[in-house]
């Protein structure tokens, strides 16, 4: 039985890999690397102006009705700041001109509205830091402080892990049922924001955070889905590296880098351990990280996803490239089976089990890292494939719209603002020249804005 299945499995990976959005081509001429990332800036360019022609003002676009939307009551210009350090980094000057000044005459976060706190901080706030860094413009920082300020509520719970929801105006906070992702993804924007402004206050925040979420891991160095911040009891046990925990693991790998904090690191090095010994999983189609017990270890799934992609790109940087190939060729496989990858896959039958695409960018993200690491070409090829499906499926004559389902590529009427700030900007890095983005000292943002070391 179980060598028929393994068959099975393998005869399906060779019949996608032949269909023709798969074709991986094997060499690329600079002229042709130049060629790609001048499509991927036309691509960025058509989804732009979809933004500007119909949303202009609001925070995001929706792609087939032609028509603009706001997160909260009032607007907070998610799609300009989220686009405006891929406009610069992609050469479209006027452009970013004249959305900086628009930014910086137009947005003000004294709105008396509950905004989700990581949403906020990994857009806005790495947005406005980033955008500091670039342009030079004081009035980025000013922006960026004033949002750090409002933000501090949340991390006043009686545990010090935050709350998920702040109101910008009052500070009062609400929402105690968080997860890890929620709580260790502050501290590469307010470390930053701490080092741009002297004030120490935003690193400890964001640290200590981090470290009551070490204190309650299992005793086998695994983390589960859910936690009450003010029991401070874990909701949800399955231990993973995907969606609510994700980029805690990142921001660990770039906290140490970054502001070369052992602890990070350490802590780093014990869940990378753990992660490698429960959750990772080898099998026929090849090497995945599957769902686990969070106590006993136990397998509970055999389930991956589109956002756990972004885990190739952590390993690079934690030096583990070899893995980082490895999984990121398991993530291709599931890309292929159905010309865009799913959130979610069941990795032993081969099926999308929750079939959206969301525009996410985590597996171009990786094969940016990897392509540095390697100079492989491979993952040119990877991200030529990426770039005609993208087009093939998710382009509109509005924008770029989301996909409700993989295999029947039905659209839905949203494209998400980290389409603009990751997975075109990762997509672009790829194909560009190396001069484009010096990654000596410069680390992006889980939502991919680029953060210079300057300390
Ligand atoms: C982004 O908002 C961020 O990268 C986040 O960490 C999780 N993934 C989404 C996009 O897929």
């Known amino acids: 039985m179980r060598s028929t299945a393994s068959a099975l499995i393998l005869l399906s990976i ?12 094997s060499t690329f001429s600079p002229e042709e690397k130049e060629r790609l990332a001048a499509s991927v800036r036309e691509e960025f360019a058509h989804a732009w102006t979809g933004y500007k022609k ?7 676009l929706r792609p087939i009705s032609k028509t603009g939307f706001n997160w909260y009551s009032a607007p907070l210009l998610m799609a300009q700041i989220d686009a405006l350090d891929t406009m610069i980094l992609m050469g479209f000057k006027a452009e970013a001109d004249s959305t900086r000044e628009y930014i910086l005459t137009h947005l003000s976060f004294d709105h008396d509205m509950y905004v989700k706190a ?13 955008s500091y860094q670039l342009t030079g413009d004081e009035r980025f920082l000013k922006l960026a402080r004033d949002l750090g300020d409002r933000l501090i509520p949340i991390f006043q719970s009686p545990t010090g892990l935050p709350y998920v929801e702040v109101n910008l105006r009052t500070g009062a906070v609400r929402g105690t049922k968080t997860n890890p992702a929620e709580i260790g993804t502050y501290l590469i924007e307010f470390g930053t924001l701490t080092r741009l402004t002297g004030e120490a206050k935003y690193y400890n925040y964001a640290k200590y955070a981090l470290l009551n979420l070490y204190e309650r891991r299992s005793d086998i160095g695994l983390y589960g889905d859910g936690i ?29 880098l970054m502001f070369e904090d052992t602890d990070c690191l350490a802590i780093w090095r014990e869940a990378q351990a753990a992660l490698k010994t429960y959750v990772a999983d080898s099998t026929a189609s090849g090497l995945w990280y599957g769902r686990v017990d969070m106590n006993t270890g136990k397998r509970t799934a055999t389930i991956a996803g589109a956002l756990d992609a972004f885990y190739p790109a952590v390993l690079v940087l934690a030096g583990d490239s070899k893995q980082a190939a490895a999984l990121q060729e398991s993530f291709f496989t599931m890309w292929k089976r159905h010309g865009l990858e799913p959130a979610e896959f069941d990795y032993t039958t081969m099926k999308a089990v929750k079939p959206g695409y969301y525009l996410n960018p985590e597996i171009m993200e990786s094969a940016f890292y990897l392509y540095r690491a390697t100079g492989d070409q491979r993952y040119l090829a990877m991200g030529k494939v990426f770039l005609d499906s993208l087009e093939a499926y998710c382009r509109t004559d509005g924008g770029y719209a989301e996909l ?5 590529k ?8 980290y389409f603009l700030a990751e997975t075109l900007k990762y997509l672009y890095l790829l194909f560009a020249p190396e001069n484009t983005v010096n990654l000596d000292g410069l680390f992006f943002n889980t939502e991919a804005h680029p953060l210079r070391k300057t300390w």
């Not at 060779?14 to 081509?25: K, N, S, V």
């Not at 039905?410 to 603002?417: C, F, H, S």
């Open 14 to 25: 060779i019949l996608c890999a032949g269909a023709p959005t798969a074709t991986a081509q």
């Open 404 to 408: 409700k389902n993989v295999v029947t």
């Open 410 to 417: 039905e659209k839905m009427d949203r494209m998400e603002t």
């Open 54 to 60: 119909y949303a202009w003002g609001h925070d995001a």
């Open 228 to 256: 009450d911040c003010v029991s401070g009891e874990w909701t949800g046990t399955t231990s993973h590296i995907s969606a609510c925990i994700d980029s805690y693991f990142e921001y660990l790998v770039k906290g140490a």
């Open 118 to 130: 990581f949403e906020i901080n990994i857009r806005l706030l790495g947005g406005l830091l980033s």
